[in-house]
């Protein structure tokens, strides 16, 4: 059932908000300890569908997952190749993360897996998946297109490869570093735009040997050595930077506004996003930077803001790909014009993301052009009427963005379905409320 929501105008934001855990590392932090020897106590995990799919699928792999009474989830891996094959489809819900990490790690086992999704997961490209762990051993049976549902046979015989990115793909890679673990030898990725690396900082932490190197030819070359001896590890999840991106950016258009984000990964693979604010003119600060298990952490205070219209960098999509719905509606409040370029990827995310986001905008008043991989935004840096119902398409990003641009425009907007917020930012709407916002039941 549908679950429209109404953001109506709010008053200057403030206070602090704790955000969910980093999503990304969610999934891997449970993929991980349940390859591992001995126990992984994770902390900070986000608790939104996605990453309960992928714990649900582990536990259907063989591993012990659970969720603790603090709070905390404890798991007891079965060792590099020791997975079992699952007795039932594994139904991965929304989440194109976790689906094709999966057949990653499940490839390089010697036996049958079947996979399916949610309509908008078993619309997405998943060949960019199967075709490198082919080349591994793996068999594939699938819909036209490559599509979901789709069967992973693997391979009690996995075979080490050299594979180059056709597309700068975190998610491609580390399918492929996954089905690594269980291989003789050395695979190498090679990737010429650097993705977010989540991957190889957590594969070192669980003691893992990952090589990255220069790449001939520009780039990076990200080397697993088979058959590691993985062991239990505590994994303290940072705060996703992808879902800080929506407070974030409505203190920043909410007059008088000033809020605190704490313990936010400012990974710098995933940075882009702020990077790109702080060059409109935004007034963030990261305090605190410090080190969790691997990875870069800042608590952030945000301040209301004039922004100015920039040219975005095609080269800087890979370290924001998932915030650039978000960055569309902070440039409709910026004065002038913003070019976002580089965004094919958006094309087959959870809906066509560019499309949706310019349909958007256009509805609310905004003057916008819609190229095949650009965005361009033509902002007043006056606030825009709103006053438009939003198709979301069922996408979490979709629903918070428009979200956020009725917090600082004219009339209200409404989204015509919010449920799919709860795959990645369970919450999101109390959490808003308590820094003021008015988000209601339409």
């Known amino acids: 059932m549908a679950k429209p929501l109404v953001s109506t105008r709010a008053p200057a934001l403030s206070g602090s908000a704790q955000i969910p855990g980093d999503k990304s590392i969610s999934h891997r932090a449970l993929m991980l300890g349940a390859l591992a020897v001995g126990e992984s106590v994770v902390t900070g995990l986000l608790e939104g569908d996605d990453v309960l799919r992928t714990a649900a699928c582990m536990r259907a792999l ?46 390089s086992h010697p036996f049958t897996t079947f996979f399916t999704g949610d309509a908008s997961l078993r619309s997405r490209p998943m060949r ?55 291989t003789p030898g050395e695979t190498t990725v090679i990737e010429r735009e650097a993705t977010r690396d989540h991957t190889e900082l957590m594969l070192r932490n669980f003691g893992a040997s990952v090589r990255v190197e220069d790449a001939e030819g520009g780039g990076r070359a990200i080397t697993v050595i088979g058959f590691p001896e993985l062991t239990g590890r505590p994994v303290v999840v940072p705060s996703d930077p992808s879902s800080a991106a929506f407070p974030a950016v409505a203190a920043l258009l909410v007059e008088g506004s000033e809020i605190r984000l704490p313990g936010i990964g400012i990974n710098p693979l995933r940075a882009g996003l702020y990077q790109t604010l702080l060059e409109m003119g935004a007034d963030i600060r990261f305090e605190n930077i410090r080190d969790q298990a691997g ?18 960098p095609a080269g800087r999509a890979p370290s924001m790909i998932d915030e650039y719905p978000i960055l569309a509606v902070a440039a409709a409040f910026a004065e002038g014009t913003t070019r976002m370029r580089g965004l094919g990827e958006l094309r087959v995310k959870e809906s066509d993301r560019l499309a949706a986001m310019a349909r958007g905008l256009a509805a609310c008043g905004v003057a916008v052009e819609e190229e095949k991989d650009s965005l361009i935004v033509h902002g007043t840096g006056r606030a825009p009427a709103g006053d438009a119902t939003i198709a979301t398409h069922f996408d979490h990003r979709i629903a918070m963005s428009f979200l956020v641009m009725g917090m600082a425009s004219a009339r209200p907007v409404k989204v015509d379905d919010a449920e799919a917020i709860d795959t990645s930012f369970p919450g999101f709407a109390t959490l808003m409320n308590a820094l003021g916002a008015k988000i209601e039941p339409a």
């Open 62 to 107: 063989g591993a012990e997952v659970e969720r603790c009474a603090d709070g905390s989830w404890r798991l007891f891996g079965r060792g590099i190749g020791g997975l079992m094959e699952p007795a039932d489809i594994l139904d991965m819900g929304n989440s194109g993360t976790g689906a094709r990490l999966l057949m990653g790690l499940v490839a």
């Open 128 to 182: 960019r998946i199967s075709d490198p762990l082919t080349r591994m051993g793996a068999r594939f049976i699938s819909r036209d297109g490559g599509r979901l549902p789709m069967a992973v046979i693997g391979t009690a015989r996995s075979l080490p490869i050299t594979y180059e990115l056709p597309v700068a793909s975190a998610q491609v890679k580390s399918a492929i570093m996954l089905a690594a673990l269980n």
């Open 295 to 312: 990875e870069e952490v800042a608590d952030l205070v945000v301040r209301a803001s004039r922004l100015k219209g920039i040219d975005v």
